[in-house]
């Protein structure tokens, strides 16, 4: 069975760093895009940072370029999110997804992905 484990969220001070980390089972990996997605109370699901296992490539919105750094390690079947510089903006629930293949990252969006993680509470206290 395919899963994914989102974990990592917690309350942090605003400028405080976060590392997020996307445990994935039944599947690896490096076969799959992965996607960081996240919604804040009243906003709509935003794709925040994606990366494609097959060759490494990243994808940021605007919102955290800079700010956060996504990776993956393979040996561990792992996607993780450093976020740093954490603002109070940030504050959401944050969800990881996976999408089979080589997507175009840019265009990953939360509802067309083929497996899903619960999502962890981060929040960003000013």
């Known amino acids: 069975m395919c899963r994914l484990q989102a974990s990592g969220g917690g309350l942090v001070q605003a400028g405080g760093s976060l590392r997020l980390s996307c445990a994935a089972s039944g599947f690896s990996v490096g076969d799959y895009a992965i996607g960081w997605f996240r919604q804040a109370p009243g906003k709509d699901r935003e794709g925040i940072s994606h990366?494609?296992?097959?060759?490494?490539?990243?994808y940021y919105a605007d919102s955290v370029r800079d700010r956060f750094t996504i990776s993956s390690d393979n040996a561990k079947n792992t996607v993780y999110l450093q976020m740093d510089s954490l603002k109070p903006e940030d504050t959401a629930v944050y969800y990881c997804?996976?999408?089979?293949?080589?997507?175009?990252?840019?265009?990953?969006?939360?509802?067309?992905?083929?497996?899903w993680g619960k999502g962890t509470l981060v929040t960003v206290s000013s």
């Open positions: 997804a996976a999408k089979r293949g080589s997507p175009y990252l840019p265009m990953l969006y939360y509802d067309g992905m083929d497996y």
């Open positions: 990366i494609r296992g097959g060759d490494g490539s990243t």
